[in-house]
């Protein structure tokens, strides 16, 4: 069963930082592009960022460009979104999800997982 499973998410300070993992199981991410996004209480799901399968190529919103970083692990079939320099404005449920192209268009995302929740507040 094709699955991906989100982690690290948590509680954290206005200026703080968390890493959120993304780890598939039943397939291989390599022929992937993957992508993050969120969805904050009474708001439509964003697009957060994304890294092709190919070359390592990457996009970022502008409103997280300069504080988060996307990078994959093949090796370990993960990928994850460092999240530094972190604002109340970031909180939100965070998903991954795989495509076979890359594209900051959701709908062209054909696996996701459930989702990690990511608060920041004092």
């Known amino acids: 069963q094709l699955q991906l499973v989100e982690s690290g998410g948590g509680l954290v300070q206005p200026g703080g930082s968390l890493r959120l993992s993304c780890a598939a199981s039943g397939f291989t991410l390599d022929y992937y592009a993957i992508g993050w996004f969120r969805q904050a209480p009474g708001k439509e799901r964003e697009g957060v960022s994304c890294?092709?399968?190919?070359?390592?190529?990457?996009y970022y919103a502008d409103s997280v460009k300069g504080r988060f970083t996307i990078s994959r692990d093949n090796a370990k079939n993960t990928v994850y979104l460092r999240m530094n320099s972190l604002k109340p404005e970031d909180t939100a449920v965070y998903y991954c999800?795989?495509?076979?192209?890359?594209?900051?268009?959701?709908?062209?995302?054909?696996?996701w997982g459930q989702g990690t929740q990511v608060t920041v507040s004092s």
């Open positions: 890294i092709s399968s190919s070359d390592g190529s990457t």
């Open positions: 999800a795989a495509s076979t192209e890359t594209s900051k268009n959701e709908y062209d995302y054909d696996y």
